[in-house]
């Protein structure tokens, strides 16, 4: 034993390359949540009515209105969650697409289930 290690061969699993670029994405778009479905209720509405607050003053029916706020929600949370957000080196590609197509190449399930955000310098 070398080193707590025994000594002979040893298995090299390859890394794939999405694992190295997601820290990537992190770092320039400042995710929240990982999925939509990860935000809670209470922040989905709140969101709502800041953006009717917004929108009061425009003379549009109440259905026009709502389907406004939906869109500008769903917009919203593109750039939140990370899943959605676009990939940084191909903007027509989301995070979740490019897992996807890590998925199909691989033919191995990957998961993000957590990430934390580090930030030097900010107080």
């Known amino acids: 034993m070398q080193g707590g290690h025994p ?6 699993f390859p890394i794939p390359k ?7 994405e992190d770092g320039v778009q400042a995710p929240g949540p990982i999925l939509l ?3 809670p209720a ?3 509405e709140q969101e709502r009515e800041i953006i009717r607050a917004q929108l009061k003053d425009m003379n549009k029916p109440p259905q026009i209105i ?14 939140v969650c990370l899943l959605d957000q676009p990939y940084i080196k ?4 989301t995070i979740q697409q490019l897992i ?3 998925i199909s190449k691989f033919g191995e399930n990957i998961k993000v289930r957590r990430f934390a955000r580090f930030e030097l310098g900010q107080s």
């Open 42 to 44: 209470a922040e989905l």
């Open 18 to 24: 999405v694992v190295l670029e997601l820290p990537q």
């Open 100 to 102: 996807s197509s890590y």
């Open 7 to 12: 000594a002979g061969p040893g298995v090299l």
């Open 37 to 39: 479905t990860g935000v």
């Open 90 to 93: 191909d903007d027509k590609m």
């Open 66 to 79: 709502e389907k406004i706020v939906e869109g500008k929600l769903k917009k919203y949370f593109e750039e």
